[in-house]
C-alpha cells in the first residue's frame, strides 16, 4: 500500500540535512504520528532504518510503527513527540535548575545505555535530536548518523555536529563512549547557558575540543554544585578510559540525588 491511503500527511514538524518530518494521521484510527521522507540511494538510508528497527521498544528512544516506500523515498512512520525538541524548550528556558538537568541527563543516560547495550552508537546527541512528548517523557531521536558495533570494534569517519563532537572523533578512531561526551557538552549548556567549546570557524571550534580546559569559571559556575562540576569532568573528560559509561552516570551521586531511583 501507498502510504498516503494509510495516513493523511499534515503539517511539517521539521526538517533535517537528509528529509523533512511531517505531522501524520492514521486514515482508520485518527492517531497522529511522525513521518520522516528519506530520500533513496544512499547506504545511509537503509542503515537509519535498520538500526530504528533493531531498537525500538525502550521508552526512552522514539519507537518506529511502519516504514512504506515507493520509488524515490522511505517513509518512517514514528510515535510522535508532539513538545517539539529540547533544543526550543532550552532556548524557552534559559537555564535548568540541577534538578531538572538531572533528569534530563538521567532520562538521556537510560535511552543511552540501551543503545549502547544494543551495540548502536548514536553519533549525534544534541538537543535537536532530543525530543519531548505531552507527558513529558524524553526520546531520543535522529539515527541518521548512529551504527552498529561489534564487542570492541573501533570507529572511524569523522560525523556530528561539530560542537558536540568528541575530541577523539577529530582524530578518527572512537567508540560508543563519544555518545557520553555529547550528552556532557548537553549538560555544561543546561547549567551554564553556553557550549563548552565555542569558535568563530570549525577549526576553532576543533581546536577547542582537543585543548580548552573546563575551568568552572564566571558567573554562571557559582551557583553549581560541587557533584554537577565532578560529574560534568568525568563525561567531558579527554581520557576515554576514565570518561563515564552511559551506567556509570546513572550511579553518580548528583543523578541520585536529584532523581527517583530507577533499575
Ligand atoms: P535529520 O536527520 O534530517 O536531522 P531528524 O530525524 O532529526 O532529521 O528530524 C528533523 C526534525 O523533525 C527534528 O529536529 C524534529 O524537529 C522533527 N521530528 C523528527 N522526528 C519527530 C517526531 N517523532 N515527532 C515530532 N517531531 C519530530
Ligand atoms: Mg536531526
Ligand atoms: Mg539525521
Known amino acids: 500500500k501507498k502510504i498516503d491511503q494509510v495516513y493523511e500527511l499534515d503539517k511539517t514538524l521539521g526538517k533535517g540535512k537528509f528529509g523533512s518530518v511531517v505531522l501524520c494521521r492514521s486514515r482508520a484510527t485518527g492517531e497522529e504520528f511522525a ?18 528497527q533493531h531498537l525500538s521498544g525502550h521508552p526512552g528512544v522514539v519507537t518506529l510503527k511502519a516504514v ?40 538521556l543516560m537510560l535511552a543511552v545505555r540501551y543503545c549502547h547495550e544494543m551495540g548502536v552508537v548514536h553519533r549525534d546527541i544534541k538537543p535537536e535530536n532530543i525530543l519531548l512528548t505531552t507527558s513529558g517523557q524524553m526520546k531520543l531521536a535522529d539515527f541518521g548518523l548512529a551504527v552498529r558495533i561489534l564487542d570492541g570494534q573501533h570507529l572511524t ?3 556530528g555536529s561539530p560542537a558536540y563532537v568528541a575530541p577523539e ?5 572512537y567508540s560508543e563512549k563519544v555518545d557520553i561526551w555529547s550528552a556532557g557538552v548537553l549538560l555544561h549548556a543546561l547549567l551554564i547557558g553556553v557550549l563548552p567549546f565555542k569558535g568563530d570557524s570549525l577549526d576553532t571550534v576543533f581546536e577547542a575540543i582537543k ?10 559556575w557559582e551557583s553549581v554544585s560541587q ?3 565532578d560529574l560534568l ?13 552511559a ?15 530507577s533499575l
Not at 580546559?213 to 554562571?220: I, P, Q, R, S, T
Not at 551506567?247 to 531511583?261: G, K, Q
Request: some cysteine; hydrophobic content about 40%; glycine content about 6%.
Open 169 to 173: 572523533v577529530l582524530v578518527g578512531n
Open 247 to 261: 551506567d556509570a552516570v546513572l550511579r553518580h551521586p548528583w543523578i541520585s540525588f536529584y532523581t527517583e531511583p
Open 227 to 229: 557533584p554537577a562540576r
Open 68 to 107: 512504506y516506500e515507493d520509488a524515490e523515498s522511505f517513509y518512517l512512520v514514528m510515535e510522535l513527540c508532539s513538545e517539539g525538541r529540547l533544543l526550543d524548550q532550552m532556548a524557552r528556558e534559559g537555564l535548568y535548575s540541577e534538578q531538572k538537568a538531572a533528569h534530563i541527563i538521567k532520562e
Open 233 to 245: 569532568s568525568k563525561m567531558l573528560t579527554r581520557n576515554i578510559s576514565t570518561r563515564l559509561t
Open 211 to 220: 585543548k580548552d580546559k573546563l575551568d568552572f569559571v564566571g558567573g554562571a
Open 35 to 52: 513521518c520522516k521522507t528519506l530520500k533513496k540511494g544512499e547506504e545511509i538510508v537503509h542503515r537509519e532504518v535498520e538500526i530504528m
Open 157 to 159: 569517519g569523522i560525523v
